[in-house]
Nanobody, 119 residues
Framework: VQLQASGGGLVQPGGSLRLSCAAS????????MGWFRQAPGKQRELVAI???????NYADSVKGRFTISRDNAMDTVYLQMDSLKPEDTAVYYC??????????????WGQGTQVTVSR
């Protein structure tokens, strides 16, 4: 399974960005899709996750500003980021979790996309 993330960039505080991450490959059943981020000098943290039934979970710091969604037909996850703040600056990584045909759990990470919020 390969993940291709896109949509990062430079935006002013209060602006918006939309990240997308498309999964490709066969023989893998996707359960959860999510976004993590890592700022310089900090640990990678969960931003948002959406599971196959549609349930979502967000970090407290992004609740009310970010929205995660997924297109199951396209195996793609999106992160709509509104009201961006400088502290949202980080490299954003998508992660996909699921099972292979032997029902072994597997996790895959995207390559990361830079989000910079600055004037």
């Amino acid at each position: 399974v390969q993940l291709q993330a896109s949509g990062g960039g430079l935006v002013q505080p209060g602006g918006s960005l939309r990240l997308s991450c498309a999964a490709s490959g066969s023989g893998f059943s996707i359960n959860a899709m999510g976004w993590f981020r890592q700022a310089p000098g900090k640990q990678r943290e969960l931003v948002a996750i959406i599971i196959s039934g549609g349930s979502t979970n967000y970090a407290d710091s992004v609740k009310g500003r970010f929205t995660i969604s997924r297109d199951n037909a396209m195996d793609t996850v999106y992160l709509q980021m509104d009201s961006l703040k400088p502290e949202d600056t980080a490299v954003y990584y998508c992660k996909v979790s699921g099972w292979n045909p032997l029902m072994s759990p597997m996790n895959f990470w995207g390559q990361g996309t830079q989000v910079t919020v600055s004037r």
